[in-house]
């Protein structure tokens, strides 16, 4: 099994433990190495067991994240957040919080149809988007 996403976590559950369901949690940094992988197959051999992974889902997706690094390549350094803002005729727009320029906004988007991943009002780091 190939996971292609960030998994944060996996929840093991014993469904047929003495003294009721058995949970185990491995918190993982976005690989499962092959000493977990064995740990999980010591403790529940032989056991019907319920995997549950936790995925990190990525914000933006490939052609957004390469078109936002070229637009703010000339002041990266500058740009402290950037916010997904919705506008008074039901569109939305980006607007870029900056350290030392004056702050500014893309040009207005059809609502729901770019940067889908992304929460209305919420300040995103240029890590957060991995930008």
Do not use: Q
């Not at 014993?14 to 003294?19: A, C, H, L, T």
């Not at 051999?45 to 994240?65: C, M, S």
């Amino acid at each position: 099994m190939k996971i292609e996403k960030e998994v944060k976590m996996i929840r093991v559950k014993s469904e047929n433990s003495i003294v009721g369901d058995n949970y185990t949690e491995i918190k993982l940094d976005g690989a499962l190495s092959h000493k977990d992988f064995k740990n999980i197959a010591n403790n529940f051999a032989g056991k019907k067991i319920k995997l549950t992974l936790e995925v990190k889902e990525p914000i933006l997706d490939e052609a957004e994240r390469k078109y936002l690094s070229g637009v703010i390549r000339p002041f990266r350094d500058s740009v402290k957040y950037i916010r997904k803002t919705d506008y008074l005729d039901g569109s939305e727009y980006l607007s870029f919080h900056m350290t030392n320029e004056p702050n500014w906004t893309m040009p207005l988007l059809k609502k729901c149809t770019m940067y889908k991943g992304m929460e209305l009002d919420k300040e995103y780091t240029l890590e957060e988007l991995e930008l």
